[in-house]
């Protein structure tokens, strides 16, 4: 039976409905059992946009089994997923996630669940992921990369338990096993700033710590060739991101083929997702890294990592 989807709903009518219209179209649908997470309002201004979602969800059909979970009070992003995703997994042994800015290409439920048979006793792998950056280099069909991701993606009970929700504590064992430009993609992305960022209270991302705890853990997601998810939300309609059209991907038109590939790291992957992020810096940090001794660079990141807190929209996109 196909693994059960948490599909996480807060104040986007819209976007929840072209989620939702994009879920309904997958192969396998009809034989999923979907739970919906409908987060309460958290400021007056925002009931009238949860009423209108809580009432699109009550037409959904086109699925094996609908359950719809309305939240009394505003649990927020974090807390919200991982309060969800764990109540699943105490019933499932495996779940998908999605968040109501994910649009599915028809086969992404195809490629989750068989994902999750083909490494569900394979301590290695933490994760199956959706999603693929719209890099330029061409992609092996499946590949494997270190960590855990959160545009579109499945885990097993196995693998939830080593989340940790202490961002600290995380950071601590980055520095202290000197992992952190590592963490960082080799410099490419500022991940370790995000983190820093949520044990601040600057953001409120459940991601960035799933996916330092996997890291840590020395655990390994699946990727797809094709990207199988497009995020509609980098639009300025959710509170975690900004407005961009830079992550925008073209939805796998065929299924993905999995095949049983060596459980490593692929140096191809890894590669082209370090250049897709360097591509997006600005070109004096990308000249300062291939010119600058380590001293500067050091420089060069401390005063960047003001200028992207003080204009979010300019630099970091949350997308964990």
């Known amino acids: 039976m196909p693994s059960p989807v948490a599909l996480f709903v807060y104040a986007r009518p819209e976007h929840t409905r072209r989620t939702l219209s994009a879920l309904q179209q997958n192969v396998l649908a009809e034989e999923s059992d979907l739970i919906i997470y409908s987060d309460a309002a958290r400021s007056r201004e925002q009931h009238d946009a949860v009423?209108?979602?809580?009432?699109?969800?009550?037409?959904?059909?086109?699925?094996?089994?609908?359950?719809?979970?309305?939240?009394?009070?505003?649990?927020?992003l974090a807390k919200s997923i991982i309060t969800g995703v764990t109540e699943v997994l105490e019933k499932s042994v495996r779940v998908i996630v999605l968040e109501d800015d994910m649009v599915t290409s028809p086969y992404f439920l195809s490629f989750m669940n068989g994902a999750l048979d083909l490494y569900a006793h394979n301590e290695c792998v933490a994760s199956i992921h959706g999603y693929q950056y719209p890099v330029r280099e061409k992609l092996p069909e499946t590949f494997f990369l270190p960590g855990a991701d959160c545009w579109g993606w499945a885990t097993w009970r196995r693998a939830w338990a080593m989340f940790n929700p202490d961002g600290q504590y995380l950071l601590d064992e980055l520095h202290r096993r000197k992992m952190t430009r590592a963490f960082n993609l080799n410099g490419a992305y500022p991940y370790s700033k995000m983190l820093e960022n949520?044990?601040?209270?600057?953001?409120?991302?459940?991601?960035?710590?799933?996916?330092?705890?996997?890291?840590?853990?020395?655990?390994?997601?699946?990727?797809?060739?094709?990207?199988?998810?497009?995020?509609?939300?980098?639009?300025?309609?959710?509170?975690?991101?900004?407005?961009?059209?830079?992550?925008?991907?073209?939805?796998?038109e065929t299924p993905i083929?999995?095949?049983?590939?060596?459980?490593?790291?692929?140096?191809?992957?890894?590669?082209?997702?370090?250049?897709?992020?360097?591509?997006?810096?600005?070109?004096?940090?990308?000249?300062?890294?291939?010119?600058?001794?380590?001293?500067?660079?050091?420089?060069?990141?401390?005063?960047?990592?003001?200028?992207?807190?003080?204009?979010?929209?300019?630099?970091?996109?949350?997308?964990?």
Do not use: C
């Open 51 to 76: 009423r209108e979602v809580r009432a699109l969800l009550e037409t959904v059909t086109g699925f094996r089994s609908l359950t719809i979970v309305h939240r009394q009070e505003n649990f927020g």
């Open 198 to 252: 949520q044990i601040n209270g600057k953001n409120d991302s459940w991601a960035i710590r799933w996916y330092a705890s996997t890291f840590l853990a020395g655990k390994l997601t699946l990727y797809p060739g094709r990207s199988l998810v497009q995020n509609i939300g980098n639009d300025l309609s959710g509170a975690h991101s900004g407005a961009t059209s830079k992550y925008d991907t073209r939805l796998s």
């Open 257 to 320: 083929a999995l095949h049983d590939i060596p459980v490593e790291p692929s140096h191809r992957g890894m590669k082209a997702n370090e250049r897709f992020h360097r591509r997006l810096q600005p070109l004096f940090r990308r000249i300062a890294y291939r010119l600058m001794p380590a001293s500067g660079i050091t420089i060069v990141k401390k005063y960047l990592h003001i200028f992207y807190d003080r204009n979010p929209e300019k630099g970091i996109t949350l997308k964990r």
